[in-house]
């Protein structure tokens, strides 16, 4: 079966289509009016070989954070009906990964519960004309709307591009491991029989 969802959020703020696959290519087709956002999304379909199309349209005159934070909450939403059942997945996913001084590490359990926590201290407010803390803000809705356990470690860095973008590829990868189907799950990853 194919691991494919799309969703449309149409707010008097933000009108997004957006479809999420997980067994994919790494093939991204972006258009948020958010470049930074695009740019980390882009990297985050790469490094977990999924397919996403975002065509999104947003208050950016206002500034980035309705339509930065509706995508997180598509995506989160699409990312959880692709997922159907769950049984088979390996649920649990971890990825280290270095950019240039910088190091992330992002680990994810597919739990049903939502939860965020982030360690990260950003030394910039702004990267371009991105704010910083729209970071916190889409991973908070990506793991509210995806039902999962997201734990962000950002232990050090001093170019705060860099820290995203580790973050970034790092998600894409943990996300891999947690939804990849291994053969020797049977049912659903839990002793209580459902996530």
Request: glycine share 8%.
């Amino acid at each position: 079966m194919e691991r494919i969802a799309t969703v449309n959020r149409y707010t008097n703020e933000t009108k997004i289509d957006l479809t999420f696959g997980i067994d994919g290519e790494g093939k991204s087709s972006l258009e948020t009016g958010v470049p930074f956002l695009s740019h980390m999304l882009d990297l985050f379909a790469k490094h977990g070989q999924f397919d996403l199309t975002v065509d999104a349209k947003g208050d950016v005159e206002v500034d980035g954070h309705h339509t930065t934070e509706d995508i997180g909450i598509c995506i989160g939403q699409a990312l959880r009906e692709a997922l159907g059942d769950k049984k088979g997945i390996k649920r649990y996913g971890n990825a280290f990964v270095p950019m240039d001084e910088a190091l992330a590490q992002v680990v994810i359990d597919l739990s049903n519960r939502p939860h965020l926590e982030m360690r990260a201290e950003f030394p910039a407010q702004q990267v371009g004309t991105f704010d910083v803390e729209l970071v916190h803000e889409f991973l908070w809705k990506l793991a509210l709307e995806a039902r999962m356990n997201l734990h962000v470690i950002v232990p050090y860095g001093k170019n705060t591009h860099h820290m995203i973008e580790a973050v970034f590829k790092a998600l894409g990868r943990a996300l891999d491991e947690a939804t990849t189907i291994d053969p020797r799950v049977k049912g659903v990853p839990s002793t209580k029989g459902m996530l």
